[in-house]
T-cell receptor
């Protein structure tokens, strides 16, 4: 399967712990996006990379959140000192760079539960 | 700024009857619009997209949508619902700046009654 993959699929943690998620985009896709989806809502943009450069961050991305894409391939999203409000589905998507209107291909998501 | 409004949070239809999921958009630019579907425990899948070509867009699984600029609408339709169509549907508008970020509606849950 050459789609977007995410690991882990589920994560349960206690409040105050740190968690890290991984996303492997489709090969040769320059752009990688992170979204957060809470129950009953549509996904909300968090941040995106073009190759290894993080070009935009949403106001939703507090100081406790950090994302990296060190070699322009896979990406990690870390949440420090988790809070119950961080419980959500974290989605990763990738797309080739180009003009607007390009489809984003989504992974299955990582569901985070903070107890 | 870009945004979409999905007018119905839940739509219920009988199998074999038409489906209509409503979406209105707001955009400062000529928008790129999408419909994505999300089945339980599966990733988001693109149904169709509009990018300023033909106003009637055909997608996968018999879905289509019509872009109406005068009404700022992009409603999703299907002539005959199938049980496998039961899912969450999202209307999406694309950021027209270089980032190409997606702005999702709140979703419409489609239930298909046998």
């Amino acid at each position: 399967d050459t789609g977007v993959s995410q690991d882990p699929r589920h994560k349960i943690t206690k409040r105050g712990q740190n968690v890290t998620f991984r996303c492997d985009p489709i090969s040769e896709h320059n752009r990688l996006y992170w979204y957060r989806q809470t129950l009953g809502q549509g996904p909300e943009f968090l941040t995106y990379f073009q190759n290894e450069a993080q070009l935009e961050k949403s106001r939703l991305l507090s100081d406790r959140f950090s994302a990296e894409r060190p070699k322009g391939s896979f990406s990690t999203l870390e949440i420090q000192r988790t809070e119950q409000g961080d419980s959500a589905m974290y989605l990763c998507a990738s797309s080739p760079v180009g003009t607007s209107g390009r489809e984003q291909f989504f992974g299955p998501g990582t569901r985070l539960t903070v107890l | 700024a870009q945004s979409v409004t999905q007018l119905d949070s839940h739509v219920s239809v009988s199998e074999g009857t038409p489906v209509l999921l409503r979406c209105n958009y707001s955009s400062s630019y000529s928008p790129s619009l999408f419909w994505y579907v999300q089945h339980p425990n599966k990733g988001l899948q693109l149904l169709l997209k509009y990018t300023s070509a033909a106003t009637l867009v055909k997608g996968i699984n018999g879905f289509e949508a019509e872009f109406k600029k005068s009404e700022t609408s992009f409603h999703l339709t299907k002539p005959s619902a199938h049980m496998s169509d039961a899912a969450e549907y999202f209307c999406v508008v694309s950021d027209q700046t270089g980032a190409n970020n997606l702005f999702f509606g709140t979703g419409t849950r489609l239930t298909v009654i046998p």
